[in-house]
């Protein structure tokens, strides 16, 4: 074997460059003392240990440290991992080189008094509790259907009640009453066909962890004139709105609040969702936004102008629907949002800015804000009760204001947008 063979051999082994480091995969599933005996050569060589029997490995590689940490798991032992910051610039025997802006230190103990053992079951690792104490804490903490405190995924974010926890809590919870059921694009293509349907949405649970199923049911969907849809948490990245857009008319972000550390208790972060609206804006989806409006939670003023304020800012013809809450599945502690806080609510939302703002799920309780009116003349083109449309002057019009012409944007025919 010659040397550039042999360099290949190891580099495809183990990674190139300091960064670039792993664990050879091989040696999750060979034998326990050759395990060792590699974390043995880790020590030996960017490692150490300390008196007491306390061990270190430091790299700059990520995918080693947690490498090494994975083989202390199968050995036995418990591992920490600690991520120090540090500059990019440095010298090494008085050369200037670029350094890796993270370094990580895997620390574990042998054998002995101050080791961290763990028992192995098939499902579960069982780490002892060493001490108990209380300390100051900010942050987010996720209860998991903890008793008297009932949290639950949906939407891919972590969150007490649901709407719509018939279709959303399918596969995890015995109690909807509703069994999943294998079905093919074509066969969900035809069901809507068969009554009339002309959106296909894909909704409950998140969408966009689920998008390539979705693109396969919208390409048959499209092929039959079909217009298709997301509802969706906007969790999303560029790279799989570019991937749905081919196939994708219609979006519909759930925008929660606009107070970011009530949103990562949610297990979201409000950056992302502010990201993706703005990137779904450019790219030319039909948008519309809905915040469901909690006692409590998001019903302020202040926070309901934030909103209203970046959606302007964003497109002052994106459609805002500010929606009452009911209590419902596992948030029935407090009660559900009434008509005045709605219709304030879309008052900041016109106030702002905003030409399309609705008011939800009250429906003959908040007055005009059922209805879509021209924002030039004001008159009446789409007159709605709850889900039911009563008249409709703008899809004849395909948009356009009956009285003074005006262009309203929208979806006013199969997958043609104005």
């Known amino acids: 074997m010659t040397k550039s063979s042999l360099?290949?051999?190891?580099?495809?082994?183990?990674?190139?460059?300091?960064?670039?480091?792993?664990?050879?995969?091989?040696?999750?599933?060979?034998?326990?003392?050759?395990?060792?005996?590699?974390?043995?050569?880790?020590?030996?060589?960017?490692?150490?240990?300390?008196?007491?029997?306390?061990?270190?490995?430091?790299?700059?590689s990520r995918d080693l440290a947690y490498g090494i940490a994975t083989l202390v798991l199968q050995s036995g032992g418990l591992s920490s991992i600690y991520v120090a910051p540090r500059g990019t610039d440095g010298r090494i025997q008085g050369r200037a080189?670029?350094?890796?802006?993270?370094?990580?230190?895997?620390?574990?103990?042998?054998?002995?008094?101050?080791?961290?053992?763990?028992?192995?079951?098939?499902?579960?690792f069982l780490v002892p509790v060493t001490s108990v104490a209380m300390e100051p804490f900010e942050g987010d903490v996720f209860n998991l259907e903890v008793e008297n405190e009932h949290s639950y995924v949906a939407?891919?974010?972590?969150?007490?009640?649901?709407?719509?926890?018939?279709?959303?809590?399918?596969l995890r919870?015995?109690?909807?009453?509703?069994?999943?059921q294998e079905v093919t694009p074509d066969q969900i293509v035809d069901a809507a066909l068969r009554h009339r349907a002309r959106i296909l949405t894909s909704t409950?649970?998140?969408?966009?962890?689920?998008?390539?199923?979705?693109?396969?049911?919208?390409?048959?969907?499209?092929?039959?004139?079909?217009?298709?849809?997301?509802?969706?948490?906007?969790?999303?990245?560029?790279?799989?709105?570019?991937?749905?857009?081919?196939?994708?008319?219609?979006?519909?972000?759930?925008?929660?609040?606009?107070?970011?550390?009530?949103?990562r208790k949610l297990g979201g972060v409000l950056?992302?969702?502010?990201?993706?609206?703005?990137?779904?804006?450019?790219?030319?989806?039909?948008?519309?936004?809905?915040?469901?409006?909690?006692?409590?939670?998001?019903?302020s003023d202040e926070e309901v102008r934030d909103i209203a304020r970046f959606l302007a800012s964003v497109s002052p013809d994106i459609?805002?629907?500010?929606?009452?809450?009911?209590?419902?599945?596992?948030?029935?502690?407090?009660?559900?949002?009434?008509?005045?806080?709605?219709l304030r609510a879309a008052e900041i939302g016109l106030a702002e800015g905003l030409r399309y703002v609705y008011a939800g799920n009250l429906p003959g309780r908040v007055g005009p804000f059922e209805n879509t009116y021209c924002p030039s003349c004001r008159t009446l083109l789409v007159e709605r009760?709850?889900?039911?449309?009563?008249?409709?002057?703008?899809t004849p019009t395909r948009g356009l204001c009956p009285t003074c012409s005006t262009r309203i944007p929208g979806v006013w025919g199969r997958r043609e947008r104005v």
């Open 271 to 299: 950056q992302t969702v502010l990201e993706t609206i703005r990137l779904l804006n450019a790219r030319g989806f039909w948008l519309e936004v809905v915040t469901l409006l909690i006692p409590g939670f998001n019903d």
């Open 385 to 394: 009760a709850g889900y039911t449309i009563l008249r409709d002057h703008l």
């Open 319 to 342: 459609p805002w629907h500010v929606t009452a809450f009911h209590p419902d599945y596992k948030m029935t502690d407090r009660d559900g949002t009434p008509a005045r806080p709605l």
């Open 97 to 124: 080189v670029r350094l890796q802006p993270e370094q990580f230190s895997v620390v574990w103990y042998r054998e002995g008094e101050r080791s961290r053992r763990l028992r192995e079951t098939p499902r579960h």
């Open 7 to 60: 360099a290949l051999f190891f580099e495809n082994l183990c990674g190139k460059g300091a960064a670039g480091k792993r664990v050879p995969r091989q040696l999750f599933t060979t034998d326990r003392s050759v395990q060792e005996a590699f974390l043995d050569a880790c020590i030996a060589g960017d490692g150490h240990e300390y008196a007491g029997g306390k061990l270190t490995v430091t790299t700059v």
């Open 173 to 180: 919870d015995p109690a909807m009453g509703v069994e999943p």
């Open 204 to 263: 409950y649970n998140e969408p966009l962890i689920t998008s390539e199923w979705a693109v396969e049911v919208f390409k048959a969907g499209n092929a039959r004139g079909l217009t298709c849809s997301y509802v969706s948490n906007g969790n999303a990245t560029p790279e799989v709105l570019d991937y749905i857009r081919p196939w994708v008319d219609l979006y519909k972000v759930d925008l929660k609040g606009f107070d970011d550390k009530r949103y």
């Open 155 to 170: 939407g891919f974010f972590a969150v007490k009640n649901c709407q719509n926890a018939l279709t959303s809590q399918t």
